[in-house]
């Protein structure tokens, strides 16, 4: 799992597609103001491979519950806590407002080799980006 917290992390994404989005969102969230992670929040880049445990420790909440609720995203009374979920050609992007002032962590989420479940979420509520 990658961890991008300033924006020259941004140039080590080696897929394309998601280095443009993360360079864009960059961009985009430093048009008034110097972009600063520990004011806006940070990226995470999951990878092939890693677990629902690993990114679960770097969020500091199951990503398959609702982290006030603790309902699972498969179970009656599930309720995203997620803000965006957005559907991209190779890729999910699901995006956490973690506090009241905007901190926020955005997530991007491969569409194979990652958790079964993981994906079945991402399939079941991402919006189609539209191009």
């Known amino acids: 799992m990658q961890t991008i917290r300033d924006p020259a992390d941004a140039a080590t994404v080696t897929n394309l597609e998601l280095r443009t989005c993360?360079?864009?969102t960059i961009s985009d969230l430093s048009e008034d103001y110097p972009y600063d992670p520990d004011v806006l929040g940070y990226f995470l880049v999951v990878e092939p491979g890693d677990s629902i445990d690993?990114?679960?420790a770097q969020l500091g909440f199951?990503?398959?519950a609702n982290k006030w609720t603790g309902i699972r995203?498969?179970?009656l009374g599930y309720t995203q806590s997620f803000e965006v979920l957005d559907e991209h050609a190779g890729f999910f992007e699901m995006v956490f407002i973690i506090s009241d002032d905007?901190?926020?962590i955005e997530v991007f989420i491969p569409?194979?080799?990652?958790?079964?479940e993981l994906l079945a979420m991402c399939r079941k509520y991402a919006m189609p980006v539209a191009i």
């Open 22 to 24: 993360i360079e864009k």
């Open 54 to 56: 690993a990114l679960n």
């Open 62 to 64: 199951d990503i398959l």
């Open 73 to 75: 995203f498969d179970q």
């Open 102 to 104: 905007g901190f926020g």
């Open 111 to 116: 569409k194979t080799g990652v958790d079964p």
